[in-house]
């Protein structure tokens, strides 16, 4: 099912640490992402598939820490880490970007993002 994304990332400290805002079908987000080692360091010394060992997502939904099991985090955590390293590679000295977007996603990602937790309401 294709779904509207708009997103905004902000940066905290350049390549350690961002927040912004994750909308998904006119519901928000608001997260945090968090590198330890760097962003940079990741890049020069991990391998692609070790990216997700080395940093840390928290996802908000109106100003409550949402509880995720692995799916739901490898979900948010594939998109977020995605919109950083875009900001990252493409903007270094912004403090900010803004991206919006449709995507096609799969029936049962439709139907987790429609779940009470997220509310996303996407499913036929």
């Not at 640490?17 to 020069?44: Q, T």
């Not at 000295?93 to 996407?122: H, M, Q, R, W, Y």
């Amino acid at each position: 099912m294709q779904v509207m994304i708009k997103g905004c990332i902000h940066k905290v400290s350049h390549g350690v640490k961002y927040k912004g805002r994750l909308e998904i079908n006119r519901v928000d987000f608001h997260y945090e992402l968090e590198f330890d080692p760097s962003f940079a360091e990741l890049k020069l010394h991990c391998e692609p598939e070790k990216f997700k060992e080395n940093f840390r997502v928290t996802v908000k939904k109106d100003g409550i820490i949402i509880e995720m099991n692995e799916d739901e985090l490898g979900f948010f955590s594939a998109m977020l880490l995605g919109f950083a390293a875009r900001f990252y590679t493409e903007n270094p000295d912004s403090e900010s970007a803004i991206t919006e977007g449709i995507c096609n996603f799969p029936p049962k990602l439709c139907v987790c993002l429609s779940a009470p937790k997220f509310g996303c309401n996407i499913v036929d």
